[in-house]
Antibody, heavy 118, light 105 residues
Framework: EVQVVGSGGDLVQPGGSLRLSCTVS????????MAWIRQAPGKGLEFVGN????????NYADSVQGRFTIYRDNAKKSLYLQMDSLRAEDTAVYHC???????????WGQGAQVTVSS | EIVLTQSPGTLSLSPGERAALSCRAS??????LAWYQHKPGQAPRLLID???NRATGIPDRFSGGGSGTDFTLTINSLEPEDFAIYFC????????FGRGTRVEI
């Protein structure tokens, strides 16, 4: 059974930083693209960005470009989202997911709540 | 950006009934469309990929159809565990999601 477990959600002040983590089991992590997807309160889901197997390709939504960084540690079967210069509009539940490259998202984590507020 | 509009917003049905959910794209996405099921507090689950292909382990009461701009997710004979939120996602250009349809009892 594939399990995707996210962690690291918290309350942070505007302008602050936070790192989310996600651990995957039940599949060969190093073979998969991975992605972050978020859902702000009362809004639809938004694709934040993704990363390929060896970190040589990373894509970001315009809304987070230059502020967020996605990286991974294949030995630890873990995915990370470093979020800097956080804004109120970044408040959302953040999901990590396996990324069928250029397509759908096959396995998702349950989500981590990030709240940006003073 | 390709906008996906889902309708209805809420569908009130009973177990055993059939549900038909719509997803309309603002421009053609071909067959580059997926459907997901999401229950509060749980991880979303991929149901349908490529507009009509069931994902691994998905029961055959779930079926997807359509191409271009109009898509449908059909759930035949609703089971109690099917009451959830369903959303569509396109991957023709970048990735965008619909706002979802809530299927409630």
């Amino acid at each position: 059974e594939v399990q995707v477990v996210g962690s690291g959600g918290d309350l942070v002040q505007p302008g602050g930083s936070l790192r989310l983590s996600c651990t995957v089991s039940g599949l060969t992590f190093s073979n998969h693209w991975m992605a972050w997807i978020r859902q702000a309160p009362g809004k639809g889901l938004e694709f934040v960005g993704n990363i390929n197997q060896d970190e040589s390709v990373k894509n970001y939504a315009d809304s987070v470009q230059g502020r967020f960084t996605i990286y991974r540690d294949n030995a630890k079967k873990s995915l990370y989202l470093q979020m800097d210069s956080l804004r109120a509009e970044d408040t959302a539940v953040y999901h990590c997911a396996t990324d069928v490259r250029g397509g759908s998202f096959e396995y998702w984590g349950q989500g981590a709540q990030v709240t940006v507020s003073s | 950006e390709i906008v996906l509009t889902q309708s209805p917003g809420t569908l009130s049905l009973s177990p055993g009934e059939r549900a038909a959910l719509s997803c309309r794209a603002s421009q053609s996405v071909g067959s580059s469309l997926a459907w997901y099921q999401h229950k509060p507090g749980q991880a979303p689950r991929l149901l349908i990929d490529g507009a009509s292909n069931r994902a691994t382990g998905i029961p055959d009461r779930f079926s997807g159809g359509g191409s271009g701009t109009d898509f449908t997710l059909t759930i035949n004979s609703l089971e109690p565990e099917d009451f959830a939120i369903y959303f569509c996602q396109q991957y023709r250009i970048w990735r965008t999601f619909g706002r979802g349809t809530r299927v409630e009892i």
